[in-house]
């Protein structure tokens, strides 16, 4: 069975550029997270999706970050414009009944 | 506010050492409580969880942890080390409720010395 899968691994933009990262949950589970990690600091969640509606956006930072999750698949975040501080490891994770699996992380630098 | 706290930022260990991870919680209830690691390019994986009963639970590669809840710490042992568990811990709350809004403490990389 696949894991969760994120793409691209690796990101780096210009300051004011866009960039959309895309998670691929595990097949079958409903609820599907982001989370994001700064440099040095804790990883954060950011939102909590289950199938295509958000249920909990309370940790998304600014309105520059826009997450959408298609027909309740896989999901996307977009950030525009994307700032210096937007630079960190974006997680995704996903869940069905019992434990979340975490995706490895796209690393986003902006410069 | 709710909070974790894993205060040390970095260990190093010699292989077949013992290890504990220290790991200090925050939260109005009883939470679920985790530990995950992250290894250089993977994501990350879950070594162990509690959510009620036994306060000493087994997880995978040889770990285990302790609920104390007097102490509202949730630390992380290991017998003996070995150099492939050199990788970054993280210890994680969660609501009783069962989604996965985790607060994270900030890690613990480990660095294990042959």
């Known amino acids: 069975e696949a894991g969760v899968t994120q793409f691209p691994s690796h990101s780096v933009i210009e300051k004011g550029q866009t960039v959309t990262l895309r998670c691929d949950p595990i097949?079958?589970?409903?609820?599907l997270y982001w989370y994001r990690r700064v440099m040095g600091k804790e990883i954060k969640f950011l939102l909590h999706?289950?199938?295509?509606?958000?249920?909990?956006e309370s940790g998304m930072p600014n309105n520059r970050f826009l997450a959408e999750r298609t027909g309740g698949t896989y999901s996307t975040l977009k950030v525009q414009p994307a700032e210096l501080e937007d630079s960190g490891v974006y997680f995704c994770?996903?869940?069905?009944?019992?434990?979340?699996?975490f995706g490895q992380g796209t690393r986003l630098t902006v410069v | 506010a709710q909070s974790v706290t894993q205060p040390d930022i970095h260990i190093t260990v010699s292989e077949g050492a013992s290890l504990e991870l220290r790991c200090n919680y925050s939260?109005?209830?009883?939470?679920?409580l985790f530990w995950y690691v992250q290894s250089p390019g993977q994501g990350l994986q879950l070594l162990l969880k509690?959510?009620?009963?036994?306060?000493l639970v087994q997880g995978i590669k040889g770990f285990e942890a302790e609920f104390k809840r007097s102490q509202s710490s949730f630390n992380l042992r290991k017998p003996s080390v070995h150099w492939s568990d050199a990788a970054e811990y993280f210890c994680?709350?969660?609501?009783?409720?069962?989604?996965?809004?985790?607060?994270f403490g900030t890690g613990t990389r480990l660095k294990v010395l042959a």
């Open positions: 509690y959510f009620s009963g036994d306060t």
């Open positions: 999706f289950v199938k295509e509606s958000k249920q909990d």
């Open positions: 994680a709350v969660g609501p009783p409720s069962g989604t996965y809004k985790y607060i």
């Open positions: 994770a996903s869940s069905q009944v019992g434990e979340a699996f």
């Open positions: 939260y109005g209830a009883t939470p679920y």
């Open positions: 097949s079958g589970h409903d609820n």
